[in-house]
T-cell receptor, first 114, second 112 residues
Framework: DGGITQSPKYLFRKEGQNVTLSCEQN?????MYWYRQDPGQGLRLIYY???????QKGDIAEGYSVSREKKESFPLTVTSAQKNPTAFYLC?????????????FGSGTQLSVL | DAKTTQPPSMDCAEGRAANLPCNHS???????VYWYRQIHSQGPQYIIH???NNETNEMASLIITEDRKSSTLILPHATLRDTAVYYC?????????????FGAGTQVVVTP
């Protein structure tokens, strides 16, 4: 099946620890995105990438880092500088700009602090 | 600034039609209206999108007013599995999804 795979489904972080959330897509999409969702809230954009080896900060990039070394992969690292990391993290992808295309989402990762 | 306005919540009886409104009074001529829904603890799921004509698929119907300033998503026979948050978004084909906002949406609760 084609789609977006996020792992793990649940993740726990200790104080001062960096953790990495995985996002893989086999849709051959150029663009990928990371969102954060807090309870009862909408989605907030952390980072996005329109093409391999390039990415841009979203609205709440502080305390996060990303890489885009391969078209199909867009991992998100939650660093120790992110003081309130507990949230639901969603990865998404789309064919790219200049297209009347849909945004596809993964099933999400729930990150909690121990 | 949000480009769309939706009611925060609505209830619907199982088996009845659910009509979800969305206002987008500043929509531009090339912007499409997209609808997504998010079931609790899952990723949002695409439902439907349209430009100016009414659209229908296996999930829902989208009715866009003639002036395109508002639209209605219709779930023809709501089931308990339709309980979710529904998001209405306007987007031009040249817009990056990274520039768009998924606001709080409408929490729809379908009751038996």
């Amino acid at each position: 099946d084609g789609g977006i795979t996020q792992s793990p489904k649940y993740l726990f972080r200790k104080e001062g620890q960096n953790v990495t959330l995985s996002c893989e897509q086999n849709l051959n999409h150029d663009a990928m995105y990371w969102y954060r969702q807090d309870p009862g809230q909408g989605l907030r954009l952390i980072y996005y990438s329109q093409i391999v080896n390039d990415f841009q900060k979203g609205d709440i990039a502080e305390g996060y880092s990303v890489s885009r070394e391969k078209k199909e992969s867009f991992p998100l690292t939650v660093t120790s500088a992110q003081k309130n990391p507990t949230a639901f993290y969603l990865c998404a992808s789309s064919r790219g700009q200049s297209t009347n295309e849909k945004l596809f989402f993964g099933s999400g990762t729930q990150l909690s602090v121990l | 600034d949000a480009k769309t306005t939706q009611p925060p919540s609505m209830d619907c009886a199982e088996g009845r039609a659910a009509n979800l409104p969305c206002n987008h009074s500043t929509i531009s001529g090339n912007e499409y209206v997209y609808w997504y829904r998010q079931i609790h603890s899952q990723g949002p799921q695409y439902i439907i999108h349209g430009l100016k004509n009414n659209e229908t698929n296996e999930m829902a119907s989208l009715i866009i007013t003639e002036d395109r300033k508002s639209s209605t998503l219709i779930l023809p026979h709501a089931t308990l599995r339709d309980t979710a948050v529904y998001y209405c978004i306007v987007r031009a084909p040249t817009d990056s999804w990274g520039k768009l906002q998924f606001g709080a949406g409408t929490q729809v609760v379908v009751t038996p």
